[in-house]
């Protein structure tokens, strides 16, 4: 693995189904992110963690939940989802405590809900 | 809250320059980020500002004035491969908020 993976690319999720999506980095970051990018709104942050075992909320939080069991792994779970969560999802990583706090993206998971 | 502002689009020729302004309102503030992002991509860093003044990396430049809320990012000698959005963001509390994007097309 080299820098941060995310899985799956792409989905097609019927309304009301629970879904995962998944993220791994491997650079060791402290801090990593869940973003939505959609049509004329820009990234916009769901979910961080600033160090395994700690989750904080963003933005537009809410019909998510992630969790952050060790420093590699930060998954973002739709516990049922609606179709206003059609959209492009971003995970990020970056090391807190640096200067330029540089994040780094996965290259993205495409989900449609119908 | 967060209000973060740049042009929707831009076009320019290749081999001219194209300066993309962002200006922001932010709660705080601990730098601002410029990203480049090719269609279908993610996004890749591209410059840091967190003093004011010029930053200059080959082709690409970024200018930030934390008194006027204000950068921009300067695109020189421009190539097809530049057509690209470029994404502005406030690093808070090492939290980034991302202006909407800007999407520049180099026309040959």
């Known amino acids: 693995i080299a820098g941060i993976t995310q899985a799956p690319t792409s989905q097609i999720l019927a309304a009301g189904r629970r879904m995962t999506l998944r993220c791994t980095q491997d650079?060791?970051?402290?801090?990593m992110y869940w973003y939505r990018q959609d049509l004329g709104l820009g990234l916009r942050l769901i979910h961080y963690?600033?160090?395994?075992?700690?989750?904080g909320k963003g933005e537009v939080p809410d019909g998510y939940s992630v969790s952050r069991a060790n420093t590699d792994d930060f998954p973002l779970t739709l516990a049922s989802a609606v179709p206003s969560q059609t959209s492009v999802y971003f995970c990020?990583?970056?090391?807190?405590?640096?200067?330029?706090?540089?994040?780094?993206f996965g290259p993205g998971t495409r989900l449609t809900v119908l | 809250g967060q209000n973060i502002d740049q042009p929707t689009e831009m076009t320019a020729t290749e081999g001219a320059i194209v300066q993309i302004n962002c200006t922001y309102q932010t709660s705080g503030f601990n730098g601002l980020f410029w990203y480049q992002q090719h269609a279908g991509e993610a996004p890749t860093f591209l410059s840091y500002?967190?003093?004011?003044g010029l930053e200059e990396k080959g082709r690409f430049s970024s200018f930030l004035s934390r008194s006027k809320g204000y950068s921009y990012l300067l695109l020189k000698e421009l190539q097809m491969k530049d057509s690209a959005s470029y994404l502005c963001a406030v690093n808070n509390d090492y939290k980034l908020s991302f202006g909407a994007g800007t999407t520049v097309t180099v026309r040959a």
């Open positions: 500002n967190v003093l004011d």
């Open positions: 963690s600033n160090t395994a075992g700690t989750t």
């Open positions: 650079m060791r970051h402290n801090a």
């Open positions: 990020a990583s970056s090391r807190v405590g640096e200067a330029a706090n540089e994040q780094f």
